[in-house]
């Protein structure tokens, strides 16, 4: 019976210390330490995200019916939907914001050698978004950086 009550009280303390820990918590929400994590049952929901995005206004010479963006290009490159073209396209937004004349030659280089259509005409535009109000009425801001054409290979 005495085991049992130093048992009883053994989970009882490390169950209020558990409690205790996770309410400290609170005070840096951001800030997890093991094992003792955040009460919060959600992620916080960023305000405003940017992405970049690649939008072809031509392909092997001829205009486009309407503007299309790389991801939804299908029948247009090869492989629309590739996590690296992705990053690329993220990476060559930022050097172009940046106005790094050299990176975004590299990068340039390498999304049209590798995943554009020959001769290629296409911007480099921001989008700005609020995920909620995105999710909710599809609202987003678009703003075009730069435009720039593929060479003939």
């Known amino acids: 019976m005495r085991e049992y009550r130093i048992l009883r009280s053994g989970v009882t303390l490390f169950l209020a210390g558990y409690f205790v820990g996770g309410l400290l918590t609170l005070l ?5 330490v093991f094992p003792v994590y955040s009460w919060f049952l959600f992620a916080l929901v960023p ?7 690649v939008v072809l206004h031509e392909a ?3 205009p486009l019916p309407q503007p ?16 690296v ?15 790094d004349v050299a990176q975004v030659t590299e990068l340039r280089r390498l999304l049209e050698t590798n995943y554009l259509p020959a001769r290629s005409r296409y911007e480099v535009a921001k989008i700005s978004y609020e ?5 909710r009425t ?10 720039f054409s593929t060479e003939a290979r």
């Open 28 to 32: 840096h929400p951001r800030e997890e």
């Open 47 to 53: 305000q405003r995200q940017t992405l970049y995005a």
């Open 60 to 62: 092997e010479g001829r």
């Open 68 to 83: 299309i963006a790389y991801q939804e290009a299908i029948n247009i490159v090869r492989d629309p939907h590739n996590v």
């Open 85 to 99: 073209v992705h990053q690329l396209i993220q990476q060559l937004g930022a050097a172009v914001e940046k106005q």
């Open 131 to 135: 995920p909620l109000r995105r999710w």
């Open 138 to 147: 599809g609202e987003q801001r678009t703003e075009r950086l730069a435009m």
